[in-house]
């Protein structure tokens, strides 16, 4: 059988003699199904096409882990290296043998995560190259599980995924939606993983909430509290997004953005 990924958010899907007829993930309002219709993609036909899975450093103990040329919703995965293990953050929906034995030499993964369904990419098939380290999915988000495996973990709440590291359940863009709290991040001033919880502005001194980035659907007001909330309890310094980075005074940057979205949504906004 043939694990299948569809070719618009590089999801991976059940191993099946034949793909599914449309990809659930794309097919719902926060995302879109291409002009061409669905399209269904493999590994293999991936690699032949000329894909690989590029591992950088970001900074000490943070290394990029990103499908090139850009593939499906094109998020960049993070590994963040910690004495009690690795995570692998929203890794691409694609493996290749070079990059994993990259990780292996920087000490492996025991743990697989995403903040949201979109960005879970293969996350099954990293965890099998990895010994079937566990994946944690956010209950609240059990629905849109794609691929399901023994090796699947849910939560709610929050979860020390490794000491040091705990997921924080914000709701918003999806009701799962989360961050991922790296308090030595930063040289020690901390750092916070948002993927799409929190998405980095173009500007890249703002960051902006939304139910659908794509189709341009805000949040109610309790929604960007709740993110506020949860977020703003935490002590960081620098933000990485999917697609960006705020690389100082993220914190605040935070908390004038999600008030700025507060006063929008009122119909008060500052002169």
Known sequence: MTIWTCA???????????????????????????VGGQRWTTREELLAEGYRVAVEELETDLFSVEAVPRLG???????????????????????????????????????????????????IQWSHAFGGAPVYVAAADAQWIRRPDPVITLWDGAVDV???????????????????????????????????????????????????????IPLPEVAVQRILDTVMGLRFDRLYGAFGIIDATARPVVGWSLRRYIDWLRGTPPE
Do not use: K
Not at 8 to 34: G, K, S, V, W
Not at 74 to 100: C, F, I, K, S, Y
């Open 8 to 34: 618009n958010c590089a999801i991976e899907h059940p191993d099946t003699d034949a793909p599914a007829l449309i990809c659930e993930i794309c097919a719902d309002e926060r995302q879109y199904l291409p």
């Open 162 to 216: 490794l000491p040091g590291l705990t997921m924080h359940q914000c709701g918003g863009h999806f009701a799962g939606s989360s961050v991922l709290h790296w308090p030595d991040g930063a040289a020690g001033r901390g750092a916070l993983l948002t993927g799409d919880t929190v998405a980095v502005g173009a500007d890249r001194a703002s960051v902006n909430v939304m139910r659908s980035f794509v189709n341009n």
């Open 73 to 123: 919703i094109g998020q960049r995965g993070l590994l963040v290296r910690t004495a009690h293990g690795n995570v692998l953050w929203e890794p691409p929906g694609l493996v290749d043998d070079a990059a994993v034995a990259a990780i292996e030499a920087l000490g492996g993964v025991a743990a697989v995560t995403a903040s949201h369904p979109h960005l879970t990419g293969s996350s």
